[in-house]
């Protein structure tokens, strides 16, 4: 495996500047990606191969980014368990949420490779036409947040049937957590067996519950992730970096490290530095950008940027957006703030 200037600063390895990539590097604010996009949906685009690395690689063709991120989805998982999963534009719709003791026990563990073999397919062919160029990440839906989804049958606002559960049900939710744990551990370990160089589990909805919730749940079952993939022959064969994302880590940075991640990603509403202060030097950190920084004017996110490259030093730091592109983002705008990681990290 090349040794990438993203690989490096996942090991927490001095680097030249500061490597760049960009959670949900395929969107609709990118024309290419919305002209493929426009000849087929959303579930073709994951379950065509072809189509998949093409979205895949427009983002790092028109910005270099220093990581590409496979085009796939965290719920693409949850129709081999049994739970039926719609996307619609206004996003994803589960048809049958799993509230009951009965709807989890006939829940299934499936095998990755015989469920989603395209996902394997695309991964293979990604890396073909990298070429070595940059590294691949691959990714999950970490545990928590799949619950959300299956439980609630798509967003929320105040999460009620997954509190309910969490709460009123405790035993029930951890049986379901724990099926989510060992489904997500065998598809990463699936992923770092087709080739992808990095895995990275989202816990898009981990912070929505309490400090001490969040160790019982969340930080629990990511950790049980974790120990499983690691302990998997594919990852001990190439030892690929691990990071974690928690959207409003907050409240859990005492915990937060302790995950077992190499990598802990750090959205926008708390100063990275904070969190170097707080979880210490053992592991490194991707962020942490706020998106809608992006529609300020070019000279300001600039600024932006420098601030945050200021606080987050120069060893174990992965520039990236404390969360996914908004689709109304000018890609300009993306470009001006790809100028400035790379113009200013290589100074500092």
């Known amino acids: 495996m090349a040794d990438h200037l993203f690989l490096r600063a996942c090991r927490r390895e001095p680097v030249p500047r500061t490597p760049i990539w960009m959670m949900r590097q395929a969107g609709r604010y990118l024309p290419a990606y919305r002209a493929v996009r426009a000849r087929a949906s959303f579930l073709e685009l ?23 991120i496979l085009f796939s989805d965290i719920l693409i998982t949850l129709p081999a368990m049994g739970i039926n999963v719609e996307f619609p534009d206004s996003g994803p719709k589960i048809t049958n949420p799993v509230r009951t003791s009965a709807a989890i026990e006939a829940l299934s563990v499936p095998d990755p490779v015989a469920a989603t073999p395209y996902v394997m397919d695309a991964i293979r062919l990604i890396k073909k036409a990298l070429n070595g160029r940059v590294p691949l990440i691959g990714f999950a839906g970490a545990p928590l947040t799949m619950l959300t989804y299956a439980v609630e ?43 992808a160089d990095c895995v990275q589990l989202f816990d898009s909805w981990g912070g929505i519950v309490s400090p001490g919730d969040f160790r019982e749940y969340p930080l629990r079952y990511a950790k049980r992730v974790i120990e499983m993939l690691r302990a998997s022959p594919a990852w ?31 959205d926008w509403r708390v100063g990275i530095d904070e969190v170097r202060r707080r979880v210490g030097d053992s592991v490194a ?53 790809v100028e400035a990681v790379r113009e200013l990290s290589a100074h500092t």
């Open 285 to 337: 950190l991707q962020g942490n950008l706020d998106p809608g920084a992006l529609f300020a004017p070019p000279a300001e996110i600039r600024t932006r940027v420098a601030d945050i490259l200021a606080r987050a030093g120069t060893v174990g730091h992965i520039f990236n957006l404390g969360h996914g592109v908004l689709p109304e983002t000018n890609p300009e705008h993306v470009r001006a703030m």
């Open 46 to 68: 994951c379950r065509t191969p072809d189509l998949a690395c093409e979205v895949t690689l427009q983002p790092i063709d028109e910005f270099g980014f220093d990581a590409a």
């Open 153 to 195: 049958g798509g967003g929320s606002k105040d999460y009620a049937h997954t509190k309910k559960l969490l709460y009123g049900a405790p035993k029930d939710a951890h049986a379901l957590l724990e099926k989510l744990a060992r489904t997500c551990a065998t598809y990463l370990e699936a992923q770092v067996a087709a080739g």
């Open 236 to 266: 001990r064969a190439g030892g690929v970096p691990i990071i974690y994302f928690v959207n409003g880590c907050a409240p859990y940075l005492d915990d937060y490290a302790s995950s077992g991640a190499d990598v802990l990603g750090v």
